[in-house]
């Protein structure tokens, strides 16, 4: 098998195993019944962490084959984030949760990840970043969709590469197996920070329900 081939099998078997769909959070909150505050928690971490810019200054010094559709990702996520910026508006302040400081550290520490992913020197590294967060995008996208319909926004178009183009891109992408390591890690590591910042909101609600 072609190293293209193994690089888009590869990031779909661990979407599928270690994303944010198999996490029990994500259903969770898109539940109708999901109590409003957890909702309104979830859409402000996910602004903290993702609502600023992480592949702008990747575009300045990607190769050619990468730079047109880091470019691309750059312009579908500025308006991923100005749909955020309105959801965690309309939803309201920060709901209040024992052991803020530390949620606020752990936050720190994934937006520091995800900057260095992003920005890394080792080719490939940055590339599978970006393809694991548009994969992970669209389960994050159900939970941001569902608040919407919980705090009135409209929720607009995404104009996010769906499953096709990441696969043609792939297969531009990987051309050796040191790239095709490379990808793995940034998307490993993508997934993880993913599954860490679910089990973190899933603590926050229990935390709110004990203090009640």
């Known amino acids: 098998m072609k190293p293209a081939n193994d690089a888009w099998h590869m990031l779909a078997a ?3 195993a270690d994303g944010s769909t198999a996490h029990p959070r994500v ?3 898109t539940a109708p019944d999901a109590a409003k ?17 992480l592949f702008e200054d990747t575009v300045l010094h990607r190769d050619e084959h990468t730079a047109e ?4 990702i750059t312009a579908a996520f ?10 965690t508006a309309a939803a309201g302040p920060l709901p209040s949760t024992p052991g803020q400081a530390e949620a606020d550290a752990a936050f720190a520490s994934q937006r520091h990840t995800f900057d260095m992913l992003a920005r890394s020197d080792r080719r490939g ?10 994969l992970d995008w ?16 409209a929720v607009p178009p995404s104009d996010l590469p769906d499953r096709a183009d990441l696969a043609a891109f ?8 040191a790239t095709l390591r490379a990808i793995a890690f940034g998307a490993q590591q993508v997934f993880a920070q993913h599954r860490g910042l679910w089990s973190l909101l899933e603590a926050r609600a229990s935390a709110r329900n004990h203090h009640d």
């Open 170 to 177: 792939v297969a531009t992408a990987s051309d050796s197996p």
């Open 69 to 72: 559709w880091f470019e691309r």
């Open 125 to 134: 590294c940055a590339v599978g970043t970006a393809l694991a967060l548009v």
């Open 37 to 53: 505050r957890d909702v309104a928690d979830a859409v402000h971490a996910i602004c903290t962490i993702h609502g600023r810019y």
């Open 78 to 87: 500025t308006n991923e984030r100005a749909y955020l910026a309105h959801l």
């Open 14 to 16: 661990l979407a599928a």
């Open 138 to 153: 669209q389960a994050i996208r159900t939970v941001l969709d569902a608040a919407a319909w919980r705090f009135g926004v």
């Open 27 to 29: 259903a969770a909150l």
